[in-house]
């Protein structure tokens, strides 16, 4: 169908200032957090309900124009890029918390409604949401759920797809269903467990239901120095071992350290080559006795310096140096690579030493920011664009972090995401058969592949095939249309 008539059909459906067609307005939203890609849809829809996103999907379904959501264009795999023949649907406007259910411990909110916005309006009575993106303060909830995101505190807390017990869903067809609700564990298949962390190929979420957590009784919080990032494991892997589970045990190696100084000035101890940002909550009591178990360990590991935090401001100032790094990358770099691999945690000192090596031997430079306490890793590859072939061997490093990551029986993402960036390492990590009973999946949901295509699967795989091992090319490489990797 021409563009047009699709724009004029949806101008009169969703208002006309919601669609967009002006190239220079559409360049707005040509890439999200991954700016390494870049594609100007045909078309922006800007949905502020329900029956606008199920109206633009139902005409793309009858026209077969692919559409992509967008949130707030966070997104570090990706997962938002637009399709160059398709439409964006963007959620921003879609920003409403609709309902706080505190006997429940519920909320009901709108995609478009910003991670940190539900805490803030929760706080008062007792409860948060627990999910903390480091992009907290700009994710949208819609996205979190895309991605299945997790941040600093799913290491007790868990992630997105812990806190979601009920979605309204637009289909791929435009039906508007409801999978799941306000009580735990609904009966049959877990369909809720399959959207969450879908990337947007299998619908879109209009509508959102998640779990409230208590406001714990007491924090606490404490910054440890070490020499080297290898100290800092042995710390790590000592807490862990003796039992404890910490809401958080953040790391961050000396490069991410001189970045987040240079942006924020975070004032963390000089001349440490690895800090740790460990915090414990709970009843007060259990609080302080495992809060100096924690210290002891830390101690024990060769710690040369240990702050603790006396209030929330000196506890914000802790976390303004982590929640910061990967913005604050910029400051030492024109460009880098956010990567995003989980490992085993016992794997950390190897791992990381790897990564050294591969970083010594490529000449380009990698600061580590992650999760520690379970794994996951989030490396940034620095590189300058305006040199030649930076950004190859930068690709190159970013790749080889992958393949250490799969050989240490881990895994390709953690919490960002396949999207586009990752798709063609998804072989690494599975097999044919795998990829195709996820297709299976996927096409239960959207046999037309028109919602969000080109992510998530390597090779493109459409509906109408039969799953299994193929022979010969696949004919849209064939035809020069798409690439397998």
């Not at 290491?155 to 797809?161: A, M, N, R, S, V």
């Not at 812990?162 to 309204?168: K, P």
């Not at 409230?212 to 071992?241: H, Q, Y």
Request: charged residues 20%; glycine residues 10%; contains cysteine.
């Amino acid at each position: 169908m021409d563009t047009e008539v699709l724009a004029g059909r949806l101008r009169a459906l969703v208002g006309a200032d919601a669609v967009l067609t002006d190239r220079q307005e559409l360049r707005t939203y040509e890439c999200d957090g991954l700016a390494h890609y870049r594609v100007v849809p045909a078309m922006v829809v800007l949905a502020a309900s329900t029956a606008d996103v199920a109206a633009t999907v139902t005409e793309c379904a009858r026209a077969g124009v692919p559409f992509v959501a967008r949130g707030s264009g966070t997104g570090l795999s990706g997962g938002a890029l637009p399709h160059a023949d398709g439409v964006l649907i963007v959620m921003s406007r879609m920003r409403d918390v609709l309902e706080v259910d505190r006997d429940n411990q519920r909320a009901v909110v709108e995609p478009g409604v910003i991670n940190l916005q539900l805490s803030d309006l929760t706080r008062p009575v007792g409860y948060y949401y627990a999910p903390d993106p480091s992009s907290q303060q700009v994710c949208s909830i819609g996205g979190n759920v895309a991605e299945n995101s997790g941040g600093a505190h799913c290491l007790k807390y868990g992630f997105t797809t812990n806190h979601v017990t009920g979605l309204e869903l637009v289909t791929a067809a435009g039906d508007v269903v409801e999978v799941g609700g306000k009580a735990p564990d609904p009966t049959g298949y877990d369909l809720l467990g399959a959207l969450v962390g879908s990337e947007g190929t299998l619908g879109i979420a209009t509508r959102v239901t998640v779990r409230l957590t208590r406001t714990p009784e007491d924090v606490s919080t404490l910054l440890a120095a070490f020499a080297s990032t290898d100290a800092a494991g042995e710390a790590v892997s000592a807490i862990i071992g003796a039992g404890v589970i910490p809401a958080a045990i953040e790391m961050m190696d000396a490069l991410a350290i001189e970045a987040a100084e240079a942006a924020v000035h975070c004032d963390y101890p000089a001349g440490a080559g690895a800090v740790l940002i460990v915090e414990i909550d709970g009843p007060a009591p259990d609080v302080r006795h495992v809060f100096a178990e924690v210290e002891r360990h830390c101690r024990d590991a060769g710690a040369f310096e240990i702050r603790i935090a006396r209030d929330d401001t000196e506890r914000a100032l802790f976390w303004k140096g982590r929640k910061s790094a990967f913005a604050a990358v910029g400051r030492i770099s024109p460009d880098y690579i956010v990567q995003d691999g989980v490992i085993p945690r016992t794997s950390l000192p190897e791992v990381l030493r790897a990564i050294a090596e591969l970083s010594e031997r490529s000449g380009v430079r990698v600061a580590n920011v992650f999760h520690a306490g379970d794994g996951n890793l989030h490396p940034l590859v620095l590189f300058d664009d305006g040199h030649e072939g930076e950004a190859e061997r930068a690709e190159e490093v970013s790749g080889a972090i992958l393949d250490l990551c799969i050989e240490h029986g881990g895994s390709i993402t953690g919490e960002h995401g396949v999207g586009a960036d990752k798709a063609k390492f998804m072989p690494r990590m599975f097999t044919d058969d795998d990829l195709d009973t996820m297709q299976l999946v996927r096409c239960a949901f959207d046999p037309d592949s028109i919602s969000n295509p080109g992510k998530v699967f390597p090779t493109p795989r459409l509906c109408g095939e039969r799953p299994g091992r193929h022979q010969g090319a696949h004919p849209l490489a064939e035809a020069g249309v798409a690439e397998v990797f």
